[in-house]
């Protein structure tokens, strides 16, 4: 499966070390694929012609090394960057596994939890940006709860917000070239997790100190699991300058977190997503937070990450293709005619327009008698998509 879909010099395309580094623990079974070392995963990742790796900051240094221990790793996982040419574009605390963070990490009940959390942040936003990271996500999967008796929402986004304000201020006081991306999701591991939609996090933006600083990563799964369409939330991140970073992977409606390999399971939503991101210019990182089948060994591993910047590849020629498709475009055209009897109306309010807006006259019955032909698009659209135009 070699050809042009694959992986070509200059792409965007990054993995978290969680990622392929997935050992295929769930919480019915042990892991089935041996762990990797950071600097293994950085060689896997530059074999299958990624561009970039991400991390939390115990994907690489284990939260108990001792400082000769984390030297020996950050050297060998340098060393691998060089040998690839692999890049760090975005880092991330891990704020969810510990026992510590049993209760959630910024809006934790416990002020102790809160400071530590705090803390073992600005570490390893230090750590991402002596690695090269220029993003830094926030994903809160324990800030939320199982019972609202046990925390006052109010009270918890107040937390959230002084914690992000708190590492804002850091970023500028260390003079680093950083933007924050905050990634929600509805459930799992939590009951309930606040901030649970992109457009939930892209109005608590808005109340930050620094929120020129902040935007927002959306994750393909997270929308779908909450049964919502992903695409809308990410056209109000693209239109409010906010979209910072994108996790692409796929989720059937109404199951368990999955994590498939992208375009696994809703393909058409997949197209529209990207030909959405290619459409509009979005530059920034294409990553993959998804894991392969637990039934892979690492050969399976690199067929998960080829299928998934093979996707992207061969949508975004699918994206072209719709463009460039004459009956396509001219059911396109149709549908946003325009006869120009209505130009006086457009644009900016003004008494004038209004007032004349309110003596004009329209045939309301014809508007509402008119086919539109979707049915028609959508089915070209799927047989493009098919390879049977
Ligand atoms: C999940 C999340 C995470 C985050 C990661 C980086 O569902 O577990 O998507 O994978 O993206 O922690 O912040
Ligand atoms: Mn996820
Ligand atoms: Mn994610």
Known sequence: MSDKYNPQPGNRFTFGLWTVGNIGRDPFGEPVRKQLTPAEIVYLLGEVGAYGVNFHDNDLIPIDATPAQSAQIKKEFKKALADTGVVVP??????????????????????NVRAYAL?????????????????????????GVETDASKDPLEAGKRFREALNFLCSYVKDQGYDLR???EAKPNEPRGDIYLSTTGAMLGFIETLEHSEMVGVNPEVAHEQMAGLNFLHHVAQAWDMGKLFHIDLNDQAFGR?????????????????LVKFLEDVGYDGSLHFDAHAYRTEDY?????FAIGCMRMYAILKEKAERWHADAEIQALVAAINADDGKTDAFKGAYSADKAAALKSASFDRVAMGARGL???????????????VR
Do not use: C, H
């Open 90 to 111: 975005m880092a991330t605390t891990n704020l969810f596994s510990d026992p510590a963070f049993k209760d959630g990490a910024f809006t934790s009940n416990d002020p």
């Open 119 to 143: 803390q073992k942040t600005m570490n390893a936003i230090d750590l991402g940006v002596e690695l090269g990271a220029s993003t830094y996500v926030f994903w809160g999967g324990r800030e």
């Open 299 to 303: 050969e399976g591993v690199k067929d």
């Open 373 to 387: 032909p979707y049915e028609r698009l959508d089915q070209l659209t799927l047989e493009l998509l098919m390879g």
């Open 180 to 182: 924050f991306a905050l």
């Open 256 to 272: 368990y977190d999955q994590d498939f390999r992208f375009g696994a399971v809703n393909l058409k939503s997949a197209f529209f």
